[in-house]
Nanobody
Framework: QVQLVESGGGSVETGGFLRLSCAASGPTFETFSMGWFRQVPGKDREGVAA?????YYVDAVKGRFTISRDNANNTLYLQMNSLKPEDTAMYYC???????????????????WGQGTQVTVSS
């Protein structure tokens, strides 16, 4: 069983930055694909960034967000720079056995989920 706990969310102004962290339990962290997703009320959960055989990013965050992982400390990070109001969402950490690369930014590619951390960007 893998447990994921996100932290680092908050409220910032446009142009600001935040660093999200995801602490993972379980001995298989380094073998899992890991990802960050976000969701706003009434919309589907969207893949933001993922770390499988390589890094994946949704077009909307390329050049602004960076995903990284610290296998020694079982922690996944998402550095978010130049934040925009449209980045406002609940952000979720996800983990799962490596799947088809086409699922890297799709919720179906992940088995375990955290409870989320809210990010709010004001204009």
């Amino acid at each position: 069983q893998v447990q994921l706990v996100e932290s680092g969310g908050g409220s910032v102004e446009t142009g600001g930055f935040l660093r999200l962290s995801c602490a993972a339990s379980g001995p298989t962290f380094e073998t899992f694909s890991m990802g960050w997703f976000r969701q706003v009320p009434g919309k589907d959960r969207e893949g933001v960034a993922a770390f499988s055989s390589r890094e994946y990013y949704v077009d909307a965050v390329k050049g602004r967000f960076t995903i990284s992982r610290d296998n020694a400390n079982n922690t996944l990070y998402l550095q978010m720079n130049s934040l925009k109001p449209e980045d406002t969402a609940m952000y979720y950490c996800a983990a799962g056995p490596p799947a088809n690369y086409k699922l890297a930014l799709h919720p179906q590619g992940y088995k375990y989920w955290g409870q989320g951390t809210q990010v709010t960007v004001s204009s």
